[in-house]
T-cell receptor, first 115, second 114 residues
Framework: EAQVTQNPRYLITVTGKKLTVTCSQN?????MSWYRQDPGLGLRQIYY???????DKGDVPEGYKVSRKEKRNFPLILESPSPNQTSLYFC??????????????FGEGSRLTVL | AQSVTQLGSHVSVSEGALVLLRCNYS??????LFWYVQYPNQGLQLLLK??????LVKGINDFEAEFKKSETSFHLTKPSAHMSDAAEYFC????????????FGRGTSLIVHP
């Protein structure tokens, strides 16, 4: 089954404790992206990747890191989480460039609470 | 540059009533347009998309949207609301021939009353 898988789905942590949210897709998609969703603010892009070893900042990259060492994986790293990073996070991927319209395939989301 | 405006952060309808969710976009090139739906505690899934073919696009669960270039709009409609339609709806635009990275609106929460 074609899917984008995120883990963990739910996490409660404390300020300053490094954490990683994993994202994996099995559709051979080149493009992958992370978003955060907050009430009243919609979806805001954190980082995206056009292909392996190619990453770029989105609209709200501060406090986050990403890496793209393999095509299928795109982990989101919070080196020193703070309470303002409490949010619902989504990973998404998209088809190869030649046939792309911008349609995204989303994971189920990861709800993070930083105390 | 591209942008999306969704009018109304919340829309409330009665079961059986017409659903209308508004989306206006700006794009410097012909756009691709999307509506996504997010049911409670789930990720976003594609409802329908416009990619320069027919201007009236039909999606899942009897939803449809019409691309109106002169009005730069892509409003989402459904003739008769069901309780199960209660969800968050996002409009998005990407630029054909460009980077294809989509821009999302802020979302509209659809509330359906019995």
């Amino acid at each position: 089954e074609a899917q984008v898988t995120q883990n963990p789905r739910y996490l409660i942590t404390v300020t300053g404790k490094k954490l990683t949210v994993t994202c994996s897709q099995n559709m051979n998609h080149e493009y992958m992206s992370w978003y955060r969703q907050d009430p009243g603010l919609g979806l805001r892009q954190i980082y995206y990747s056009m292909n392996v070893e190619v990453t770029d900042k989105g609209d709200v990259p501060e406090g986050y890191k990403v890496s793209r060492k393999e095509k299928r994986n795109f982990p989101l790293i919070l080196e020193s989480p703070s309470p303002n990073q409490t949010s619902l996070y989504f990973c998404a991927s998209s088809k190869p460039r030649g046939s792309n319209t911008g349609e995204l395939f989303f994971g189920e989301g990861s709800r993070l609470t930083v105390l | 540059a591209q942008s999306v405006t969704q009018l109304g952060s919340h829309v409330s309808v009665s079961e059986g009533a017409l659903v209308l969710l508004r989306c206006n976009y700006s794009s410097s090139v012909p756009p691709y347009l999307f509506w996504y739906v997010q049911y409670p505690n789930q990720g976003l899934q594609l409802l329908l998309k416009y990619t320069s073919a027919a201007t009236l696009v039909k999606g899942i669960n009897d939803f449809e949207a019409e691309f109106k270039k002169s009005e730069t709009s892509f409003h989402l409609t459904k003739p008769s609301a069901h309780m199960s339609d209660a969800a968050e709806y996002f409009c998005a635009v990407s630029e054909s021939g460009g980077s294809y990275i989509p821009t999302f609106g802020r979302g509209t929460s659809l509330i359906v009353h019995p």
